[in-house]
């Protein structure tokens, strides 16, 4: 079964500095993988997907990701964040059935403190 | 915006009655998702509505049910509601059905039940 894990529940950046926000996968075939921003209140907006090709994915707002197959790692980073960067993300996987379902990490709020 | 639209954004109820949410996906969108986000459960994915046919389903409580009508707007359903059902329900959609679509969200609809 397709699975994602976020393995922190929250990550702290002053504003300026680059951050990571950390997301491994299971999958059994190939991987179809996404990251999510929520703010408060609102809804999830799409930041950035990997589906093939090159392994830096460039996304919304100045996000980017890195696919690592070897270490089933898709990591969500930024060179410089902003204090508006602060919010719950989420890394999701494309379910491997003939179905467009994701299935969502638990989040990681990111604080970014000026 | 995401251009999906959800209405109401709040609904108060109490346990033991019947709701219904609302949801209108993006313009040229033919798949329509919903999903519940809770504190305990994270989210979960629970229903996949494709050209007004169920596509998938996932863990869906048999008290509540979907449809996705002509128009392809989509309700989702939920009867003889339980404390545990107050969550925060998503719609997303999507052009189609395939893996590598990105999902877009509406901004929820968030379910207390007194």
């Known amino acids: 079964a397709q699975s994602v894990a976020q393995p922190e529940d929250q990550v702290n950046v002053a504003e300026g500095n680059p951050l990571t926000v950390k997301c491994t996968y299971s999958?059994?075939?190939?991987?179809?993988l996404f990251w999510y921003v929520q703010y408060p209140n609102r809804g999830l907006q799409f930041l950035l997907k990997y589906i093939t090709g090159d392994n830096l994915v460039k996304g919304s707002y100045g996000f980017e990701a890195e696919f690592n197959k070897s270490q089933t790692s898709f990591h969500l980073k930024k060179p410089s964040a902003l204090v508006s960067d602060s919010a719950l993300y989420f890394c999701?996987?494309?379910?491997?059935?003939?179905?467009?379902?994701?299935?969502f990490g638990q989040g990681t709020t990111l604080q970014v403190k000026p | 915006d995401s251009g999906v639209t959800q209405t109401p954004k709040h609904l108060i109820t109490a346990t033991g009655q019947r709701v219904t949410l609302r949801c209108s996906p993006r313009?040229?969108?033919?798949?329509v998702y919903w999903y519940q986000q809770s504190l305990d459960q994270g989210l979960q994915f629970l229903i996949q509505?494709?050209?007004?046919?169920?596509?998938a389903k996932g863990n869906i409580l048999e008290r509540f049910s979907a449809q996705q009508f002509p128009d392809l707007h989509s309700e989702l359903n939920l009867s003889s509601l339980e404390l545990g059902d107050s969550a925060l329900y998503f719609c997303?959609?999507?052009?189609?059905?395939?893996?590598?679509?990105?999902?877009?969200f509406g901004d929820g609809t968030r379910l207390s039940i007194l």
């Open positions: 997303a959609s999507s052009k189609g059905a395939s893996r590598n679509q990105p999902q877009h």
């Open positions: 999958v059994s075939g190939n991987p179809y």
């Open positions: 999701a996987v494309r379910d491997d059935g003939n179905t467009g379902k994701l299935i």
């Open positions: 509505y494709y050209n007004g046919e169920e596509r």
């Open positions: 313009s040229g969108d033919l798949s």
